[in-house]
RNA sequence: GGCCCCUUAGCCAAGUGGUAAGGCAGUGGAUUGCAAAUCCGCCAUCCCCGGUUCGAAUCCGGGAGGGGCCUCCA
């Protein structure tokens, strides 16, 4: 199987093959650090996570480097609101940032270079583009002059004088053509500043990326990664400096995820539907909103309700229900179970009929363009297998070898994928609070008194008394349900949970 | 005006030439004292029209509807 991807740069799929073998590396553009974040700041980072993590699965080194942008118009702008500085809000926002990658289980970053600590590597770039004629300075900016780049515009398959045509911005009269954009921006005073040979000032929009990723990954990167979004101008513009700088190819895969969508529109500030990701974890759990991004295939826009929140939650809860289970089977925790390469667990038995082909199809998905959704409802099916599997031999019951043990290293399986998509991480809200002792002795007084009432039903044989022990039963049942607490009447006991 | 992309069941969503994954909801059954949970079954011919092909949701052309970018945006 080779693992394919579907480059911006070519529009198609091909086969993935790093500069170095065996070794990746990967840099998406991050956030700029003005304001919290919003949920649709957290789909790259989702994707690119799992991304690395397949990548790690199949092998390769990986080293993802993500930037942060902490100077920039937005970023005066809002400090000034604030009256705070510049770098004050940009440390706050790095950390509310930081804060929601911990949070949705975003683990595989390695570097995240800020801005202001790069500008010596910009400069040298700047002055290197000057040099070669690709850039000018004007008035204390610097610009780069798109008319010299011969292939301008072929990461978006825009052609600068159609830009001309169409350009409703206002152009600046130190540009020499209105496609042209700036490197360097002369300050104003007040404005937080840096020493350049063309006068004090602040980098541009894209020179950072290209600074900082040829500083960490080379002149070559293996991915380039962001939001569909930021194809034009900042991909572009990045893609034309560094090359023209190196005269080497700048990435050799441009991936970009799709936008969240509420409802026809996408979330962005610019709309005004953000979702801020601190208020929305308050209502459904990190993982609930990992698994609605990891649904729907990377490139394509997704569906963000709350409904739908909703609705991936009560699909969720049949994985939890199942790790209970297996609890109660096994006494091991699934989310402690070692994680294990899929295909270097040995199954055999009636289970690995039905695993192998999960198997196969899982990692299909995940070479094809990772496809995430696809892989996602191979999981589903998995469970299916697995639960029924416990049904067929009666686990709960019996637990009998080599049942038993068939049935973990299925388990494994699980587990394996579940790493691989960054999912089932944390124990669920529910299951983690709650239970306090107090709490757990009086559902077990509750269940007891029920049981015995149970069992002495069973026994009875006039029916009208029969029919009113029962009765009895049914309403302790009833009255936990009002209070949100389903009892289970399983082979082993009885249980209870929330919800 | 230019450049991209999308349209699959009530909803969400895989599938890019060989006869429609999965989830939610619904529904029939097994199981249960009854439930819950679990399992089994049912539930779409893929926006419309035309073409290519032995064969198309999948390729080509036209139409309708929707979205993104061209300005900051993940």
Redesign the pocket.
């Known amino acids: 199987m080779t693992l394919r991807v579907y480059n911006t740069l070519t529009?198609q799929k091909e086969d993935f093959k790093p500069k170095q073998p065996g070794k990746v590396g990967m840099y998406v553009?991050?956030?700029?650090v003005y304001k919290p974040s919003h949920i649709?700041?957290m789909?790259?980072p989702v994707i690119f996570d799992t991304v690395k993590r397949y990548l790690t699965y199949l092998g390769y080194q990986v080293t993802w480097v993500v930037n942060i942008?902490d100077v920039?118009?937005?970023l005066i702008v809002r400090s000034k609101e604030l009256n705070t500085t510049v770098k004050q809000l940009a440390e706050q926002m790095t950390a509310d940032y930081l804060d929601c990658l911990k949070q949705l289980n975003v683990t595989g970053i390695d570097l995240m270079p800020k801005a202001t600590e790069h500008i010596p590597q910009m400069i040298e770039i700047m002055q290197g583009l000057i040099d070669k004629g690709y850039a000018y300075p004007a008035g204390g900016d610097v610009y780069f002059d798109v008319t010299r780049d011969e292939d301008y515009g072929k990461l978006?398959?825009?052609?600068p004088e159609?830009?001309e045509?169409?350009?409703?911005?206002e152009v600046s009269a130190k540009k020499r053509s209105p496609g042209d954009?700036a490197l360097w921006k002369g300050s104003k005073p007040g404005e937080p500043a840096w020493d350049s040979p063309w006068g004090p000032g602040r980098p541009g929009?894209h020179i950072e990326c290209s600074a900082m990723s040829m500083k960490y990954l080379g002149q070559t990167l293996d991915i380039h990664g962001?939001?569909?979004?930021?194809?034009?101008?900042?991909h572009e513009n990045e893609l034309a400096q560094s090359e023209s700088y190196t005269g080497q190819p700048f990435a050799n895969y441009w991936m970009h995820?799709?936008?969240?969508?509420m409802g026809?529109?996408?979330?962005?500030?610019?709309?005004g539907n953000v979702v801020n990701i601190a208020d929305l974890l308050q209502r459904h759990s990190a993982e609930t909103v990992r698994f609605l991004l990891l649904?729907?295939?990377y490139r394509?826009?997704?569906?963000y309700s709350e409904?739908?929140l909703a609705?991936?939650k009560?699909?969720l809860?049949?994985f939890h229900?199942?790790f209970e289970?297996f609890a109660r089977i096994t006494g091991q925790n699934f989310l402690a179970l070692p994680v294990r390469k899929s295909d270097e667990l040995k199954l055999s038995g009636p289970l690995q009929e039905s695993v192998s082909p999960l198997q196969r199809r899982f990692l299909e998905?995940m070479d094809?363009?990772f496809?995430t959704?696809?892989a996602?409802?191979?999981?589903?099916?998995l469970?299916?297998v697995l639960?029924?599997f416990?049904?067929t031999a009666k686990l709960e019951a019996e637990k009998t070898e080599p049942a038993l043990t068939e049935f973990i290293n299925g388990v494994l399986v699980l587990r394996s994928f579940s790493e691989i998509l960054g999912l089932f991480w944390q124990a669920q809200a529910q299951e983690a609070g709650g239970n306090t002792q107090l709490v757990n002795g009086l559902m077990q007084l509750l269940i007891d008194l029920r049981a015995e009432i149970?069992t002495e039903?069973?026994g009875v044989a006039d029916k009208a008394q029969k029919g009113k022990l029962?009765?009895l039963?049914?309403k302790i049942?009833a009255r936990l349900a009002e209070l949100g607490v389903?009892?289970?009447?399983?082979p082993g006991g009885?249980g209870w949970r929330l919800g």
């Open positions: 529009r553009c991050g956030p700029t649709g700041h789909v790259g942008t920039d118009d937005k978006c398959n825009r052609d159609q830009l045509a169409g350009a409703r911005i954009f929009w962001g939001g569909l979004d930021l194809q034009f101008p900042h995820n799709g936008l969240l969508k026809q529109a996408k979330m962005a500030g610019s709309v649904n729907t295939h394509s826009p997704i569906e409904e739908r609705e991936v009560r699909s809860d049949s229900r199942f289970r998905c094809d363009d496809n959704g696809g996602v409802g191979v999981l589903f099916e469970l299916t639960n029924r416990a049904d149970r039903a069973k029962f009765a039963t049914d049942r389903t009892l289970e009447d399983r009885t």
